[in-house]
């Protein structure tokens, strides 16, 4: 009778154990699930803010210069998909939003030709909030990748991908850039030249070195005779 008591405790605990880790897991799902939720739609805030923007350029360049209109057009329709693309998720967004950075980056090599346009408070004005946008953008883009990378992961590990298929969640997209610009590490080429002097070049060898002295050419100068007896 005690064999079959510690039996059925024994049975009971491990029951007990694997529910409590169940829940555990549904749980960790779920609290992942909204931090993504949630980081994405810090990522749409600054998304709307940065269309804002760009709807405030083109206004800006249209009243102070005689701009390209075959640019401006191209801004306006990328931003006019990349507003339409809101709430169709990370990845349709994504692909919005890449078309978009293509057409602001003719606009300001464009801009770049117009020295009116550039002098205009507003519009420099704008291009600093623009840098800013961009920035939390950024930010906004690697803690979402990274939340999402984590939850993702799971669906590949045993035992959380049971859980996952009995809680029903789903794998979340990632919000990708593939503007090379954006995934190039930065050139640090000379950015520390003011800190040095100029190079000076190795000389020959056999040859004196740069910035010394060399002894006058000609003859050796003539000796004194030792003195006679």
Avoid: C
């Amino acid at each position: 009778m005690t064999a079959v008591l510690i039996i059925i405790l024994v049975v009971v605990a491990l029951i007990v154990i694997a529910v409590v880790a169940v829940i555990s897991m549904y749980n960790k799902f779920a609290r992942q699930r909204n931090t993504i939720e949630e980081s994405w739609r810090q990522i749409d805030v600054e998304l709307q803010r940065r269309h804002d923007l760009i709807g405030n350029l083109v206004e800006v360049t249209k009243a102070s210069a005689r701009f390209e209109q075959q640019t401006l057009t191209q801004v306006v329709q990328a931003r006019t998909q990349a507003v339409a693309a809101h709430g169709a998720g990370p990845a349709a967004q994504g692909q919005a939003e890449q078309a978009l950075n293509g057409a602001l980056s003719n606009f300001f090599a464009v801009a770049e030709q117009y020295p009116d346009l550039k002098a205009n408070q507003n519009f420099v004005q704008l291009q600093q909030q623009m840098v800013e946008t961009e920035d939390r953008v950024a930010a906004g883009r690697r803690f979402y990748n990274g939340n999402v990378r984590a939850y993702n992961t799971r669906f590949d590990t045993f035992p959380s991908s049971m859980v996952a298929n009995l809680g029903k969640f789903q794998k979340k997209e990632y919000y990708e850039v593939d503007d090379p610009n954006v995934r190039a590490a930065p050139s640090l080429k000379g950015a520390f030249d003011s800190l040095t002097g100029p190079s000076v070049p190795t000389p020959p060898l056999g040859q004196p070195a740069l910035g010394t002295q060399q002894p006058p050419a000609g003859p050796p100068p003539a000796q004194n005779p030792p003195p006679r007896d």
